[in-house]
């Protein structure tokens, strides 16, 4: 018996053209067949070749359709996950770069500003357009509305329980980081707030106290719309600021009180103890002033800097946490616009009358009319009324 | 700016790409599978290698330097099964001996219709157990079934072209000239 040239079956086995024919098998016969007639005298050697590669050749299984759309799910899944992670930790980066930036380009003395919580005049902002009748607004939309001659609140250290004028109140929600609760002050009435940290603050009537239930930043912040007097609890490195839209005033522990009107572009602080800075927000200095007890610094409505007066007797000026405003040598016109402000309404006073000055103490109640007919009578001046708008003149 | 437009062009290209990688996953998925059956036996394994492949590719945005396809997935999902197989076996203190495998064997239960190719197949895989490397056996598969050049073997053996030429060469010149293996296949082809 002859033996097979292996030198031919190789040859066939590492040629390509060999191989690609014959592994597709609706080829190879034909193939085969052909190259058989090619070359006649090597039909074993191309039988055998056939043979070893179809031997060697495994079967491929296919899996089914199912199988594999499960699996490329899962691919697009992890890779979606995967990608979304790799982007959070880019923007987290840029975000830790612009604050770095931010705070160099500050400088130290703004350093204070960059707090964790922007968001509360952000919310000023999106509140102010929106509800503006008296009451009190929790975190949870629940709206309270406030009765009583001297109305008084009080926050649970926690900030999740609230007794207003007697009663208890409980916030639905757990206070969170971002909850605020929002206290406009009826006209013509002061409210006694007391928030979770132990601060008081006296809410002048009209005024608008964006306050968090519970204090669980770094800083602890309110905002101001109108006007209140702060006696703040010292915290140990937890600051208190109050922001107003042009005018924040920072303090660790003291008593001040703050006005800021907005339609007027009035703003100022007066200090009372302890002490506290201010800094201006819109103008270009940017720089913080530091106000000494019977201090009372406001914003320079030209030069958008800050101002400071000296006050004789800064107690009379908020004397109406007490519900009443002790005067001494007080400019008519001047109360007469604290009145205004106080109940809404609006007084009208002849220039020849502003130079009067009155002192004692004015009793706020409830009613302007009573108020308005004291300072009459105290000034020997004639009151008239045309709905909310009240007249002085000489008397006759 | 500039970043978030950076961004947009990425998820863009990402989306683009993902559909080619569909087709291409699922005209490959057979042949991952089963060249991975030659590496073990564990299904979850494969699947794992084939699944950490593509999310890879999805994500990676230098795609477009990928001149291969086929051979930069099969290179990668080499890499990545025998990974995974290394790893399992780390837990596995029996087995840590064990060097890495490539075998080629087929399975009782497979069903062959044709009486022919269940012989050959015997035969064949006797010769290969008894005779050849996996080295030699991986070669075999990727030339026979995949039907690789030799420029994409040498990437997936990480040897040089040379090497894999002169690998295979030897390999089935043995196999040919093999008197067993001959006189096995002209006995059953005569009878």
């Known amino acids: 018996m002859k033996t097979e040239n292996w030198n031919f079956i190789t040859d066939l086995l590492l040629d390509d053209s060999f191989i690609s024919n014959v592994t597709d098998s609706s080829l190879s016969r034909q193939y085969v067949e052909v190259l058989k007639k090619e070359y006649p005298d090597k039909k074993k050697e191309i039988e055998i070749a056939l043979s070893i590669i179809k031997g060697i050749k495994i079967e491929d299984k296919s899996s089914s359709i199912k199988y594999k759309q499960a699996i490329w799910d899962r691919i697009k899944e992890k890779a979606a996950l995967t990608n979304k992670n790799r982007r959070k930790s880019i923007t987290l980066f840029i975000g830790i770069a612009a604050t770095v930036l931010l705070i160099i380009g500050l400088g130290i003395s703004s350093v204070f500003y960059f707090t964790d919580n922007e968001k509360i005049e952000q919310y000023a902002l999106k509140l102010s357009s929106g509800i503006s009748t008296p009451g009190l607004i929790l975190s949870d939309g629940q709206q309270l509305s406030i009765q009583g001659e001297q109305p008084t609140i009080t926050y649970s250290e926690d900030g999740s329980k609230l007794i207003i004028d007697g009663s208890l109140k409980v916030q639905k929600t757990a206070p969170r980081e971002d909850a605020y609760n929002q206290l406009i002050a009826p006209y013509g009435k002061t409210i006694t707030l007391t928030l979770s940290d132990g601060t008081r603050v006296w809410v002048s009537s009209g005024s608008r106290l964006i306050y968090p239930p519970s204090f669980n930043r770094k800083v602890r912040e309110i905002y101001l719309d109108g006007e209140a007097y702060f006696e703040v609890a010292s915290v140990k490195n937890k600051p208190f600021i109050v922001k107003t839209e042009k005018m924040d005033t920072r303090v660790l522990g003291t008593k001040f009180y703050v006005q800021a009107y907005a339609k007027e572009n009035k703003y100022s602080t007066l200090l009372l103890e302890g002490k506290v800075m201010l800094s201006e927000k819109k103008g270009k200095s940017n720089h913080e002033v530091a106000l000494k007890p019977g201090q009372q610094g406001y914003v320079n409505q030209n030069q958008n800097d800050i101002r400071i007066n000296e006050v004789d007797n800064p107690e009379n000026k908020i004397s109406w946490i007490h519900g009443y405003f002790r005067l001494e040598n007080e400019r008519l016109d001047q109360l007469l616009d604290r009145i205004a402000k106080y109940y809404d309404i609006k007084i009208t006073l002849p220039e020849s009358l502003t130079p009067i000055v009155i002192s004692g103490k004015l009793d706020l109640k409830e009613n302007p009319e009573t108020v308005l007919n004291d300072i009459a009578v105290l000034a020997n001046l004639e009151l008239t009324q045309e709905e909310k708008k009240y007249f002085f003149k000489k008397m006759k | ?191």
């Open chain 2, 1 to 191: 700016m500039s970043s978030i437009k950076k961004d947009k062009k990425n998820k863009l290209t990402l989306n683009k790409y993902a559909d080619e990688l569909a087709s291409i996953y699922y005209a490959q998925f057979d042949a991952l599978y089963n060249y991975g059956k030659r590496f073990t036996s564990d299904n979850f394994l494969i699947e794992d290698a084939i699944q950490n492949v593509f999310v890879n590719l999805m994500l990676d945005s230098n795609h477009e330097k990928i001149n291969n396809i086929r051979s930069y997935i099969l290179v990668s999902f080499r890499n990545e099964l025998i990974r995974l197989i290394n790893k399992s076996r780390k837990h596995d203190m029996l087995d840590q001996v064990k060097e890495f495998e490539f075998i080629l064997e087929y399975s009782e239960d497979e069903n062959f219709e044709d009486e022919e190719l269940k012989i050959l197949k015997k035969i064949l895989n006797n010769y290969l157990l008894k005779n050849t490397t996996s080295r030699q056996q991986e070669i075999i598969y990727l030339k026979y079934n995949l039907g690789l050049t030799y420029e994409e073997i040498s990437k997936i053996l990480k040897i040089t072209i040379e090497s894999c030429r002169t690998l295979m060469y030897r390999t089935i010149k043995r196999m040919a000239s093999d008197p067993e293996l001959l006189k096995k296949l002209r006995f059953w082809k005569e009878y």
